[in-house]
Structures are given as C-alpha cells and as structure tokens.
C-alpha cells in the first residue's frame, strides 16, 4: 500500500495562488496514478485532476482547466497541484489520491487525510 499526505492548503484571496502538495511514504511512487479531487460543505467528492503513472499524461475537470497544474516529482515521492486565479467555489477540503494503475480511477484505491483550502472574495 501507499500512505498519502497532503499539506499546503490554507486561506487565499480570490485571484490568488496556492500550491498543494502529497508526500507519499510507499514503495514505487513513480508506478501509482495519482490524482486529486475535492469536496465543498454539503456537496459531493468531486474529480480534479489526475497524472498518469510513467508518462505523467494530465487532465482536469473543466472546472479547474487552465488555472489549476498538477505534477509529480517521482524522485521526492510528491504529486503537486498549483492553483492559480482561485475563486471562492474552489473552498473545499483537497484530497490526495492513487491507484497502481496507468490511469486513476473514479474510485481509488488510496486516499489522503485532505487539506482544507478557503477562498475568500
């Protein structure tokens, strides 16, 4: 198994940036599709974005396409998400996700603790 860790969330200003990170303690992070989704009070987890094992292929939820970046540093054990041009409907806990799959699922396997991110207007 893997352990997942986020860190970096907080409260922001609309229009601002944060950079999300998950640190990883399992063996063989480079071979986990990782990814990250979301849940804002009294709504549904939703998806993010996802990094494909190997390759680091990327996609994201329409939502956050062009303003969010995720990423991964296989050598520190670490995925990343940089949010850019933040709104107040992105005020959510973040979570951290992975499967030992080339492409994360709609289910994963593993799953952070979150962090909590606010955006304030």
């Known amino acids: 198994q893997v352990q997942l860790v986020e860190s970096g969330g907080g409260l922001v200003q609309a229009g601002g940036s944060l950079r999300l990170s998950c640190a990883a303690s399992?063996?063989?992070?480079?071979?986990?599709?990782m990814g990250w989704f979301r849940q804002a009070p009294g709504k549904e987890r939703e998806f993010v974005a996802r990094?494909?094992?190997?390759?680091?292929?990327?996609y994201y939820a329409d939502s956050v396409k062009g303003r969010f970046t995720i990423s991964r540093d296989n050598a520190k054990n670490t995925m990343y998400l940089q949010m850019g041009s933040l709104k107040p409907e992105d005020t959510a806990i973040y979570y951290c996700?992975?499967?030992?799959?080339?492409?994360?699922?709609?289910?994963?396997?593993?799953w952070g603790r979150g962090t909590q991110v606010t955006v304030s207007s």
């Open positions: 996700a992975a499967d030992q799959s080339v492409i994360l699922t709609s289910q994963p396997s593993y």
């Open positions: 399992g063996r063989s992070f480079g071979s986990y599709a």
């Open positions: 990094i494909s094992r190997y390759s680091s292929s990327t």
